[in-house]
């Protein structure tokens, strides 16, 4: 394991949990809850912390529990820590989210049976992005079902030593390294691009990109305009296929870019072929696979609707790149991003603010 990887799955949130007035029946209203949530975690496995601390409180009827920040509903199926760098510009510590027990806004967020639907939608996710990467997703399906156990409860506990040790018999991560062999990547060994066996990991890498375009400018973050809406959000799930060139690298920026050529011309190193949205029905993937995954993004994956209404010749600016909690410099290589940045379904979450200026056709 590497230093960057105990980070990322050390990394946690902080967070105040407050019971929604609405749904308070006792006077005193129970105080808010502390707890701090793991960033490659979910919120509904926050539900057996929180809900003893409010049970007295609450009115008559069935708990369905989901959580909101500023009245937006959270989405339960993405992690918790991308939730936080997406909706929180300005990083809010601890975070104030309110939590609800009833009126399940089930026109906005798909039904969620607490951590049975968190755990089959990690394992779908993870047949994903093994089909992405592998052409098929035969390693995870035909895991053990005490080894889909362990490798589920090794992310719901955290336990980063316990989810190497059973995730190497997936050799998800290992089909896609390959020798280092150009003089620019020997040159970077010293920013742990390469392993000790002089490999680099390159090759089809599974994506998920939450791309929050703005019209304003903004000099500070904390001026940043807020997502009030899911809408506001487009989800671009796909994979990115890494190409070497002699003497070239391939960047981070180079990936974010080439996923938006809506805003931007394509680098050089890109493989245009590789970052075409991939239509499933030609892909050969199972049936589950593909309905976990248009579940998950609520039908929203490889959506580019949002830009629409902007001209491919639109001025536009990356405001704000984020990816575990982090704003990496664009610059940096993207297999080291890769390397280090993936969350446990191998997807790789980014983040991302963009400033265009909307051109007239008149």
């Not at 592998?134 to 989810?163: F, T």
């Not at 190193?269 to 993937?285: K, M």
Request: charged share 20%; proline share 7%.
């Amino acid at each position: 394991m590497t230093e960057a990887q105990k980070y990322v799955w050390g990394g946690a949130i902080p967070l105040q949990i407050h019971l929604h007035e609405s749904e308070v029946t006792t006077l005193p209203p129970p105080p808010s809850v502390l707890v701090c949530s793991p960033r490659i975690g979910y919120l509904p496995l926050l539900i057996p912390h929180i809900k003893p601390h409010f049970s007295s409180a609450l009115p008559p009827g069935v708990d369905t529990i989901w959580f909101e920040y500023k009245g937006l509903p959270l989405k339960w199926y993405v992690p918790t820590g991308v939730l936080f760098d997406l909706l929180c510009a300005e990083p809010e510590r601890p975070w104030n989210l309110m939590v609800h027990f009833r009126g399940y806004p089930s026109n906005v967020l798909l039904p969620c049976d607490g951590e049975d639907s968190v755990k089959w939608g990690f394992i779908n996710s993870l047949k994903e992005a093994a089909y992405l990467i592998n052409g098929n997703c035969k390693n995870v399906m035909n895991m053990s079902q005490p080894d889909q156990v362990e490798l589920w409860r090794s992310v719901a506990n955290v336990n980063l030593e316990a989810y190497l040790r059973v995730s190497s018999k997936l050799e998800t991560i290992d089909e896609y390294t390959e020798k280092a062999n150009s003089s620019s990547m020997r040159s970077r060994q010293s920013t742990s691009e390469t392993n000790g066996a002089g490999q680099v990991k390159i090759g089809r890498i599974p994506v998920r990109l939450y791309v929050w375009t703005v019209t304003e400018d903004f000099d500070d973050l904390e001026y940043a305009p807020e997502i009030d809406n899911w809408d506001k959000v487009s989800y671009i799930n796909q994979p990115i296929e890494v190409q070497k060139e002699e003497g070239k690298f391939f960047s981070l920026n180079d990936a974010v870019k080439g996923l938006l050529p809506e805003f931007f011309r394509r680098s050089s190193f890109t493989n245009e072929e590789s970052l075409r949205p991939e239509s499933h029905d030609q892909q050969g993937v199972s049936s589950e696979v593909i309905s976990s995954n248009r579940n998950a993004e609520n039908g929203e994956q490889n959506s580019h609707d949002h830009f629409a209404s902007f001209s491919p010749s639109t001025s536009a600016e990356i405001k704000l790149v984020r990816i575990q909690g982090i704003e990496p410099r664009l610059e940096l290589p993207f297999s080291w991003v890769v390397n280090n940045l993936v969350n446990p379904e191998h997807f790789l979450h980014i983040c991302v603010c963009v400033k265009v200026l909307r051109v007239s056709t008149q």
